[in-house]
């Protein structure tokens, strides 16, 4: 089993809070728009956007939405009320229809918070002993807090759902904050020690980057610290940043995890045979049924 504590120290988990500001409330079709402004402790500005069913009464269970990268930093949040080309629709729009609430932040570089490149954040980030991953999961270990407190929330029931960065992110987080019930992700799980051995790693974003990660886990590993709580993985065999060999790997070890933790019913796969780094209409219905089975 991976060292917990020193993943969430390499994850940064907990040095980086952000405080609310101010919401501006919009309406969608069927649904409302929360626009949120947080700051950062260093006086960043950090958008996000919040969807929920409009009339809805009580606690609701919640999806904490991270989004992709893609090499389009313009989109950030707004992939939850926007989407991107690799969704099949805006996810915040459909999650609220089935009656969850919704959180999407910009994550360092994307969105509005384009004022500095990637390359830029992660050397500095590297140069100061840290990542800018770490920071990614440390914001959003913040919003999560934000998010549970919430009142129209029930905390015991927030997943987590993203597609590309956003899947990897979402499993790491999962896997060392357990208030993340179920987890689902799209077109990102591979065995990086496998990535490197192919020299298929080039195609990641150098924001990636965590130093002795590998020494700690390999990504089946870490996925497999989800158990027992449920988890979906969706991949195609011809996503060139989740090749075969390299997902078989991560895959064999997630299996096994959840097999000795007594919960190999609680792992889900949808893996697409003719499919690349996209979303598929299978890989949409079954995020829904899971989410459905699991938060209700």
């Not at 009142?151 to 357990?178: H, K, N």
């Not at 997630?254 to 190999?264: D, E, H, M, Q, V």
């Not at 003719?274 to 699991?294: I, N, W, Y």
Request: glycine residues 10%; hydrophobic residues 45%; contains cysteine.
């Amino acid at each position: 089993m991976p060292d917990t504590a020193r993943l969430r120290q390499m994850f940064e988990i907990g040095m980086h809070h952000l405080s609310p500001v101010s919401t501006t409330i919009m309406s969608g079709d069927g649904f409302e728009i929360e626009h949120l402004v947080f700051k950062t402790a260093g006086g960043e500005s950090v958008r996000a956007f919040l969807t929920r069913p409009v009339g809805a009464v009580g606690a609701l269970p919640a999806i904490l939405l991270i989004h992709a990268h893609g090499n389009r930093y313009h989109i950030g949040a707004s992939e939850l009320i926007e989407g991107r080309p690799a969704l099949q629709s805006p996810p915040g729009p459909v999650f609220a229809a089935q009656g969850y609430i919704s959180l999407c932040i910009d994550l360092p570089c994307f969105g509005e918070r384009q004022g500095q490149s990637e390359s830029a954040a992660t050397k500095a980030a590297l140069w100061h002993g840290r990542s800018l991953a770490g920071q990614m999961l440390g914001e959003l270990t913040s919003a999560l807090d934000w998010l549970a407190a919430r009142p129209d929330v029930d905390a015991a029931r927030i997943g987590c759902f993203g597609i590309s960065m956003g899947a990897t992110l979402g499993y790491w987080l999962a896997a060392v904050d357990e208030r993340i019930a179920a987890v689902a992700h799209e077109c990102c799980f591979a065995d990086f020690a496998r990535l490197i051995g192919s020299g298929a790693h080039v195609l990641h974003g150098i924001y990636l980057t965590i130093p002795g990660l590998l020494e700690i886990a390999g990504n089946g590993e870490i996925a497999g610290m989800i158990a027992p709580r449920p988890q979906l993985v969706c991949i195609g065999d011809l996503d060139p940043l989740t090749p075969k060999d390299a997902a078989d790997a991560a895959l064999a070890q997630l299996r096994a995890a959840y097999a000795a933790s007594g919960a190999a019913n609680s792992l889900m796969e949808i893996r697409e045979t003719d499919s690349g780094h996209v979303e598929t209409p299978a890989m949409r219905a079954a995020v829904l049924a899971f989410f459905k089975q699991h938060l209700g």
